[in-house]
């Protein structure tokens, strides 16, 4: 918030869209009709979302694991951060260093289709 606040157009600038959970529609809403003093309280329903890419820390691939801990695993654009032994940077997620390849041998190993993933990341459409 204190960033918005600051720049308004911290949002696109970073790629971010406002998403309306008041429904299973799941629309995306303008950032200037959202009523961000609400931010904080727990009937806000909105989820500031970030594209996949280069400029998201999740990087180009998200893996979902369904865990009661939502944990996941994911890509990263910070690739030195393999190079250390101490990997805890990702709040109880897990950062995977070949997270493309790695969805390819899944959907591989699942359906023997391995060129969706890649098209899909190539796309920038985050969604595998």
Not at 59 to 79: A, F, R, S, W
Not at 86 to 104: F, K, P
Not at 120 to 126: H, I
């Amino acid at each position: 918030m204190p960033a918005l606040k600051r720049h308004h157009d911290y949002l696109q600038v970073n790629h971010m869209h406002v998403i309306s959970i008041a429904s299973a529609l799941r629309d995306t809403v303008d950032p200037a009709k959202v009523p961000w003093k609400d931010a904080a309280s727990d009937s806000f329903l909105y989820l500031v979302v970030q594209d996949a890419g280069p400029e998201n820390p999740l990087g180009h691939i998200k893996l979902m694991c369904p865990n009661e801990y939502d944990v996941y695993l994911h890509d990263t654009p910070q690739h030195s951060r393999f190079s250390v032994a101490v990997r805890n940077y990702s709040h109880g997620c897990v950062r995977v260093e070949h997270a493309v390849e790695l969805a390819d041998s899944l959907v591989a190993w699942t359906s023997g289709d391995t060129s969706r993933v890649d098209s899909l990341v190539t796309q920038g459409s985050g969604c595998a």
